[in-house]
Structures are given as structure tokens and as C-alpha cells.
């Protein structure tokens, strides 16, 4: 019987580059006295980010959240029906809402948990303005039959790649894709600003639409050519950005063969469903974790596992995503779950495990024996 470690292992935590990386950049701030409204750092940071994403024009942004939200505002996207998925963080259904589109909630597949670009079509009405398809866990979803029905019913498709920093597929950046692509970098992602986040396009023209959609609308000192908030990236935050630019490649190395580890102390249990990160047309960022817990094959459900990890062996774990967005109280009264049912099972059976870049092998075995001993106990 594994004794319990006095330590906790958490779900994850916060990567920060060395200190003298951060005030490298920090301590420009200082002789500038920029500290926001597109500072040198913030223009620096941004420019970095198209090359090293492979994208044409990335605008930066206080968090994920406002830039989904300026995404469509540049687009003029609002009043009518999104095409989205429920197996996501409330943030984008948020998103759209707040810009008066209803979301329509199309199931995802089993294999990867992206938009089941197969059933979208069936969705599409006279209302149907845009397809938000969300990069889960950072794989790509299916973008050429997605961009397909785009074009064929004249759509707009915005990306969620909150999960999918650094993410190519057949050598694409995966921001490049659709209209428009919205990143996270939150302090929980594999890329942080500790907040912050951005929209990246290839669209020429979107650049100076979203730059004025961060800054109340307004195109110069003068004149606002839309209604909007503030949703300005500091410097600061900035200066965390371009320290964690140079060491994310490391960073997502290493978590790279920690999965490995976890695949190799998991596979072949019966019961547990791994995901694969071997499809060799796309590069990878390893973001999280989950495993799928059968109940059909186990005798323990998810949560009695997530609960005896936690007070057993002090492991902390995470069901995400749970619920589905159907299932919260701001949408059920308007979405049936039921409609989604590959969405609502993989929901009630996913669990998150702990991932984060000081993670040891010691510690990762521990929680596989961990789980292997509550499986078989």
C-alpha cells in the first residue's frame, strides 16, 4: 500500500521564468515610464508572437476572454446564432452571448473532444453567423471541412485556441486558420502572460479593427468607429511574455515526456482511455492530461477516484470540462444537454491529471500507482 506523500501534488502550477529574464525586459519600463496603450514592450511582444506562431498579424490583449469578445466585435459578428461546442470553458460561450449570439451547441467526438465537424451542417439556420470550433487540450480541430461549410454557407469562423499555443498542423501555425484565432495566456497555460491574451489573422484588414476594439473603439485621439471596452495588455505583462517566449520550446518538452511517462504507467489498464499525441502532421504543445474513467468497465465512477486521490494520497485532479456548458444554470434553461450526448459522457468521465513543467518522474509514478492501487483495491 503507497503511504501518503506529506506534499501535495497539485493539478498544476505556474511556470515563471528566471528573474533576471523577466526584469530584463521589466527594467526597460523604468526608462520609458510606458506603461500601457501599446508600449514598446507590448509592439516588441507582439511581433514575436507572429513569427513564432506563423501568423500574419497578432493583436495582444488583457486575457483570452476579451479577445475572443474583440474578435467579433472587429468582425462585426453579433445578433444571431454561433455554431460552438458545450465541451469547452465557459469563457466562449460568454463571449458570444455578450455579443447578442445565441450559441448553438454542436456534439464533439470522442477521439480528441474538438467539434464534430460532421454534425455542423445540420445546425446551420437563416440565424447562423459564425462557427467557433474550440482546439480542446490543444488538438486541432478538422479545419478543412470546417472551412468548407464556412464557405458554403458564407460564415465566419473564430478559433478558440485558448489550449493550442504553439500548435501546427501540415506546418501551419494553428492560428492561422479561419478568420480569426483567439489565444489564452493565462497563468495556468503551457504559454503565460500571467493574464493575458491575444487574435491572431491573416486578414490584412482585421489588424486595425481589433486594435481600436481594445481601446473603447476608438481609432485615434479623436474618433471611436465602434462601441468597446478596455482591453489593453500592460507592459508588465508584456515583460513576462517575451521572458516566457525564450523558454517555451523547453517548456513544452518537458512536459512532452512527461506524458510519455504517464502513457507508458497507463496504457493497457482496463478501463482507462488515454488520448494519442501521435498524428505525425501536427506538432503538438502537450497542455494537459485527461483520462477517460469507464464506468461501463469500472466498479469505481470519477469522482469517487478524483475524491480518494485527493484525501488517500493527496493527489489533486480536475474534471475538466464539467459540466458542459448546457448544464450550468445560465444556459440550461435555454440548451437540452441531451443533445449533445458524446459531450455529456465524456463530461461525467474525464479527469484531468497533474501537469506542470517541475514535475518529477517520481512524482508522476506515484500518481499512477496511486490510481492503479484505487482500480484494484
Given at each position: 500500500m503507497l503511504k501518503k506523500i506529506e506534499t501535495p501534488i497539485?493539478?498544476?502550477?505556474?511556470?515563471?521564468?528566471?528573474?533576471?529574464?523577466?526584469?530584463?525586459?521589466?527594467?526597460?519600463?523604468?526608462?520609458?515610464?510606458?506603461?500601457?496603450?501599446?508600449?514598446?514592450?507590448?509592439?516588441?511582444?507582439?511581433?514575436?508572437?507572429?513569427?513564432?506562431?506563423?501568423?500574419?498579424?497578432?493583436?495582444?490583449?488583457?486575457?483570452?476572454?476579451?479577445?475572443?469578445?474583440?474578435?467579433?466585435?472587429?468582425?462585426?459578428?453579433?445578433?444571431g446564432e454561433a455554431i460552438t461546442t458545450p465541451y469547452t470553458y465557459i469563457s466562449t460561450?460568454?463571449?458570444?452571448?455578450m455579443n447578442g449570439l445565441k450559441p448553438v451547441y454542436c456534439d464533439i467526438k470522442e477521439e480528441d473532444c474538438s467539434i464534430d465537424e460532421n454534425k455542423i451542417e445540420a445546425l446551420i439556420t437563416e440565424k447562423t453567423k459564425v462557427i467557433v470550433p474550440v482546439h480542446v487540450y490543444g488538438f486541432p480541430c478538422k479545419y478543412k471541412k470546417i472551412q468548407e461549410i464556412a464557405d458554403k454557407y458564407n460564415l465566419k469562423v473564430v478559433y478558440d485556441a485558448a489550449h493550442a499555443f504553439g500548435v501546427e498542423v501540415e506546418g501551419r501555425g494553428i492560428g492561422s486558420l479561419g478568420n480569426a484565432s483567439m489565444f489564452s495566456f493565462h497563468a495556468t497555460k503551457v504559454f503565460h502572460t500571467v493574464e493575458g491574451g491575444a487574435v491572431t489573422t491573416e486578414d490584412d484588414s482585421l489588424e486595425e479593427k481589433l486594435i481600436a476594439a481594445k481601446n473603447f473603439g476608438m481609432i485615434n485621439a479623436d474618433d471611436a468607429t465602434t462601441i468597446s471596452f478596455n482591453a489593453k495588455m500592460t507592459e508588465i505583462h508584456a515583460a513576462m511574455g517575451l521572458a516566457n517566449l525564450e523558454i517555451v520550446d523547453w517548456e513544452i518538452l518537458q512536459r512532452k515526456q512527461i506524458i510519455e511517462r504517464y502513457i507508458e504507467n497507463l496504457k493497457n489498464i482496463n478501463g482507462i482511455r488515454l488520448f494519442h499525441w501521435d498524428k505525425k502532421d501536427v506538432k503538438y504543445n502537450y497542455?494537459?492530461?485527461?483520462?477517460?474513467?469507464?464506468?461501463?468497465?469500472?466498479?469505481?465512477?470519477?469522482?469517487?477516484?478524483?475524491?480518494?486521490?485527493?484525501?488517500?494520497?493527496?493527489?489533486?485532479?480536475?474534471?475538466?470540462?464539467?459540466?458542459?456548458?448546457?448544464?450550468?444554470?445560465?444556459?440550461?434553461?435555454?440548451?437540452?444537454?441531451?443533445?449533445?450526448?458524446?459531450?455529456?459522457?465524456?463530461?461525467?468521465?474525464?479527469?484531468?491529471?497533474?501537469?506542470?513543467?517541475?514535475?518529477?518522474?517520481?512524482?508522476?509514478?506515484?500518481?499512477?500507482?496511486?490510481?492503479?492501487?484505487?482500480?484494484?483495491?
Open positions: 497539485p493539478i498544476m502550477k505556474p511556470y515563471l521564468p528566471p528573474k533576471e529574464a523577466f526584469m530584463k525586459y521589466a527594467d526597460s519600463i523604468w526608462e520609458t515610464r510606458h506603461l500601457t496603450h501599446g508600449g514598446p514592450l507590448v509592439k516588441k511582444f507582439s511581433n514575436l508572437l507572429s513569427e513564432y506562431l506563423k501568423v500574419a498579424h497578432t493583436v495582444v490583449f488583457a486575457n483570452g476572454h476579451l479577445a475572443l469578445d474583440c474578435a467579433l466585435k472587429a468582425l462585426g459578428i453579433k445578433d460561450s460568454n463571449a458570444l452571448s497542455s494537459y492530461f485527461p483520462i477517460i474513467l469507464e464506468e461501463k468497465v469500472l466498479d469505481k465512477n470519477r469522482d469517487f477516484i478524483a475524491e480518494i486521490l485527493a484525501t488517500k494520497y493527496n493527489i489533486f485532479t480536475r474534471r475538466y470540462f464539467y459540466p458542459i456548458l448546457s448544464d450550468m444554470s445560465c444556459y440550461k434553461k435555454t440548451h437540452n444537454s441531451n443533445q449533445t450526448p458524446i459531450a455529456k459522457h465524456i463530461s461525467d468521465q474525464v479527469l484531468m491529471m497533474p501537469l506542470f513543467v517541475e514535475m518529477t518522474p517520481s512524482q508522476i509514478d506515484y500518481v499512477c500507482d496511486a490510481i492503479k492501487e484505487i482500480l484494484n483495491g
